[in-house]
């Protein structure tokens, strides 16, 4: 399908930007430890009170370290613009493909045997979460490697959420009747957390 293409291709896309900023944010982690070596930040004077260059730092290195620094700062703002433009074109073409429409005789099947183990009481307007799809009181069977036969608490959600930063993660939720599976991409946004839903535990009265 034309759709599953161009998809893979806005995934694809994403996940290299992702890497290109990994290694911008390196670059720039290697560059501020050439400043804590001479004891000075961005901002600090390079020249002593009578205005003779500072002989205690290489100031020729200290100059060229922020000139790169701000560079790399610009590219990096450039780059999260180009990311948070490739992710809505991932979550519009997901929404033209079968991953957020009520899932096929065979995922009611395999999702037959799980049991909801989360309930969505809050999502956030303009969040990852309803850009995913996520409703109020969707009941969650499945949140990327996490069901309910080894949840734990809370803290295993988060932990799966921070660890997830800019990547997919697979979900299976309950509405009414239908199984549906979404897909979601935990990232920093207007609003706190990477989500911008919350969730409570489902006791198994409930269920």
């Given at each position: 399908m034309v759709i599953d293409m161009e998809l893979q291709e806005a995934k694809d896309y994403v996940l290299q930007l992702m890497?290109?900023?990994?290694?911008?944010?390196?670059?720039?982690?290697?560059l501020k430890e050439i400043l804590d070596v001479n004891h000075v930040g961005m901002d600090d004077p390079?020249?002593?009170?009578?205005?003779?260059?500072?002989?205690?730092?290489?100031?020729?290195?200290?100059?060229?370290?922020?000139?790169?620094?701000?560079?790399?700062?610009?590219?990096?703002?450039?780059?999260?613009?180009?990311?948070e433009e490739g992710l809505h074109k991932v979550?519009?073409?997901?929404?033209?493909?079968?991953?957020?429409?009520?899932?096929?005789?065979?995922?009611?099947?395999?999702t037959a045997q799980l049991d909801p183990f989360l309930r969505v009481n809050l999502v956030s307007p303009g969040s990852p979460a309803e850009a995913a799809g996520i409703q109020v009181d969707d009941l969650i069977l499945e949140f990327g490697s996490i069901d309910g036969r080894n949840f734990k608490s809370l803290k295993d959600i988060a932990t799966l959420v921070q660890n997830s930063r800019y990547k997919t993660?697979?979900?299976?939720?309950?509405?009414?009747?239908?199984?549906?599976?979404?897909?979601?991409?935990?990232?920093?946004?207007?609003?706190?957390?990477?989500?911008?839903?919350?969730?409570?535990?489902?006791?198994?009265?409930?269920r």
């Open positions: 890497k290109d900023k990994d290694k911008i944010e390196s670059d720039m982690k290697a390079l020249e002593d009170s009578e205005g003779y260059p500072r002989n205690d730092i290489d100031v020729y290195q200290v100059r060229h370290t922020r000139y790169k620094i701000i560079c790399l700062r610009n590219d990096h703002k450039a780059l999260m613009k180009k990311i979550h519009a073409l997901a929404g033209n493909k079968s991953e957020t429409s009520t899932a096929t005789a065979t995922d009611i099947q395999d993660v697979n979900m299976k939720i309950k509405r009414g009747s239908n199984v549906i599976a979404l897909t979601l991409i935990p990232r920093p946004w207007v609003g706190n957390g990477l989500l911008g839903c919350n969730v409570i535990p489902i006791e198994t009265v409930e």
